[in-house]
C-alpha cells in the first residue's frame, strides 16, 4: 500500500480544526487520515457499528463518537445531538475532529451529496464562542478489493468558520449558512479530486524469484483471513477495513507462532531469527514492486 498525500503541511496545523472529507471506504478512510495527523483526531462514526457492547468501547477508545441516520431507526437519532455536543467539546479544547461529510459510504471514488452533520456542528460551536477552521480533503483508491493499493489522500485550502457562520444567526438563516457552507466545501473537494492510477501493474522480471517466495511465505495466513473476511463482510463496505484490522493484529502473532514452531523443529535460533525477519521485508518488496 502506498499514500501520496497533496498539501500534507495542512495536517500539522493544531484545533481547533474539522476536516471534513468523503467517505468511499469506510473505516479505512479515517486511519489514512489520522495516520498523516500530527496531533490526535476525534471521529464521527456510522451509529450501527457501536450497537454491541465491546464494539461501543472499543470504538470510543479510539476517539470515535456515532451517528445515526434514518435507516438505522429513528429512535436513534436523538442521540446524535450527544455527539453533536461532544464534537464541539473536542473543538472547544483546541483538538481536531473529522466527519465524512457525505454520511455515506458506497466504495466508490466519487463526490456524493453531503448532508448537514458538519455544518450543524460548525453553527453549534460558533455560537459557544468557538470559531474552527476547516480543512477539506478528498480520499481515492485505485480498488476497494485487492492487497497493495495505491491511495491519493488531496487536502485542500484550510478556512475559517466564521466566514460561514454567526453567533448570532437566526432560524432562517442558518439554513442558507448551512447551503453555503456545504456548496463551497462540494466546489472544493470537486477540484481536488484525483483519481489514482490504473491497478494494473508491471514488476521488475528480476524481481519475480523474490515476489514468488514473498507470496508462498504469506500465502496461507493472508487467504485464510481474506476468505474469512469476504464472508464475514458479504453485502457490506467494511471488506477493506475490517481485513487490514484482522491482519494488523493477526501478523504479528502469525510470526511469533511461526518462530516457535520452526524453533521446536530443531532450526537454529540465528537461522529462524532470519526467516521471521525475511516475512516483513519479503513483503514490502512484494506490495512496493508494482509500477
Given at each position: 500500500m502506498s499514500i501520496k498525500v497533496h498539501n500534507k503541511t495542512a495536517l500539522k496545523q493544531k484545533g481547533p480544526l474539522l476536516i471534513v472529507a468523503n467517505h468511499p471506504d469506510s473505516f479505512f478512510d479515517a486511519l489514512v487520515i489520522a495516520a498523516n495527523c500530527t496531533y490526535p483526531v476525534s471521529?464521527?462514526?456510522?451509529?450501527d457499528v457501536f450497537t454491541k457492547p465491546w464494539h461501543n468501547f472499543l470504538l470510543r477508545a479510539l476517539n470515535m463518537m456515532p451517528v445515526y441516520r434514518q435507516r438505522e431507526g429513528k429512535e436513534h437519532l436523538?442521540?446524535?445531538?450527544?455527539?453533536?455536543?461532544?464534537?464541539?467539546?473536542?473543538l472547544k479544547n483546541?483538538?481536531?475532529l473529522l466527519i465524512f461529510i457525505e454520511g455515506t459510504?458506497?466504495?466508490k471514488n466519487e463526490i456524493q451529496p453531503f448532508k448537514k452533520g458538519a455544518a450543524r456542528i460548525l453553527q453549534q460551536a460558533v455560537a459557544a464562542g468557538v470559531i474552527p477552521t476547516v480543512l477539506p480533503a478528498v480520499i481515492t483508491y485505485n480498488g476497494f478489493k485487492h492487497f497493495g493499493k495505491k491511495i491519493y489522500l488531496m487536502l485542500g485550502t484550510s478556512f475559517s468558520a466564521g466566514l460561514y457562520f454567526s453567533a448570532d444567526s437566526t432560524p432562517a438563516s442558518m439554513s442558507l449558512e448551512r447551503n453555503n457552507f456545504?456548496?463551497?466545501v462540494m466546489q472544493e473537494m470537486v477540484s481536488l479530486f484525483k483519481e489514482p492510477p490504473s491497478k494494473k501493474y508491471k514488476r521488475p522480471i528480476y524481481l519475480f524469484p523474490i515476489i514468488g517466495i514473498a507470496w508462498f511465505w504469506h500465502a496461507p495466513l493472508f487467504l485464510i483471513i481474506k476468505n474469512f473476511v469476504a464472508y464475514k463482510t458479504k453485502g457490506t463496505v467494511f471488506y477493506d477495513s475490517?481485513?487490514?484490522a484482522v491482519l494488523l493484529f493477526a501478523y504479528p502473532l502469525y510470526l511469533v507462532?511461526?518462530?516457535l514452531l520452526l524453533h521446536y523443529t530443531g532450526i537454529p535460533v540465528l537461522m529462524n531469527?532470519?526467516?521471521?525477519a525475511a516475512h516483513p521485508l519479503l513483503a514490502i518488496i512484494y506490495t512496493r514492486s508494482k509500477k
Open positions: 471521529f464521527l462514526a456510522r451509529g436523538h442521540k446524535n445531538q450527544n455527539s453533536f455536543d461532544a464534537s464541539v467539546e473536542v483546541g483538538g481536531i459510504c458506497l466504495n456545504n456548496n463551497t475490517v481485513l487490514f507462532l511461526l518462530f531469527s532470519l526467516i521471521i
